[in-house]
């Protein structure tokens, strides 16, 4: 059997980020039967540039940790109306290669009910646009505040904390078996 391996990229370049914080518990509680690599590329990337041919290492590496996972999970602030600036970029360096073309992704909002969703619906239409799969079924909001982070830089939050790594496993799981795959997991709070 296979291991399903997910590439966890939050849009925040915040070091104190509830959305990094968000990924670096899941990737915490994963466990054996689960490899979730955290994406720590995204301050590296030179600004895309439409009809650039030479590719420097670091785009190089991005496309290489995408092609070697089965699905990506997103946690994104919202900033300006829309996602990070550093995040569309590293969207717009998978188009030409088509890094995301068939990929199941998914994404956790951790912004407080009524903010964020400008975020959302600028991802959903970038990751659309680069061919990715929306795995509904792992995408929606889990709250997380700034008092549910630890010392250690992880979510202490009980019920956050299950709900993120259910949203990671249920991101496996269609990333596994696409037609098999639960499709009534509700993620939002």
């Known amino acids: 059997m296979t291991i399903p391996r997910i590439l966890l990229v939050s849009g925040s370049t915040r070091a104190g980020s509830t959305n990094s914080a968000a990924l ?40 290489r940790q995408l092609a070697e996972v089965d ?21 717009e360096w998978t188009i030409g290669n088509a890094d995301l073309s068939d990929k199941p992704v998914a994404y956790v909002n951790v912004a407080y009910a009524g903010r964020g969703e400008a975020a959302v619906a600028t991802l959903r239409t970038v990751v659309g646009y680069a061919g990715a799969e929306i795995v509904e079924a792992a995408s929606g909001r889990i709250t997380v505040q700034q008092s549910d982070i630890g010392p250690d830089g992880l979510v202490t939050a009980p019920e956050a904390r299950a709900r993120l790594n259910a949203a ?14 639960a499709t009534s997991v509700h993620l939002d709070n």
């Open 24 to 63: 670096r518990t899941i990737a915490a509680d994963a466990g054996p039967d689960l490899d979730v690599r955290l994406y720590d590329g995204l301050l590296g990337l030179p600004p895309f540039i439409p009809g650039e041919t030479d590719e420097p290492e670091a785009v190089l590496a991005l496309h």
């Open 71 to 91: 699905a990506v999970l997103f946690c994104t602030p919202e900033y300006a109306g829309m996602i990070p600036g550093t995040l569309k970029n590293l969207l």
């Open 168 to 181: 990671a496993r249920a991101l496996a799981e269609h990333a596994a078996h696409p037609a098999a795959a």
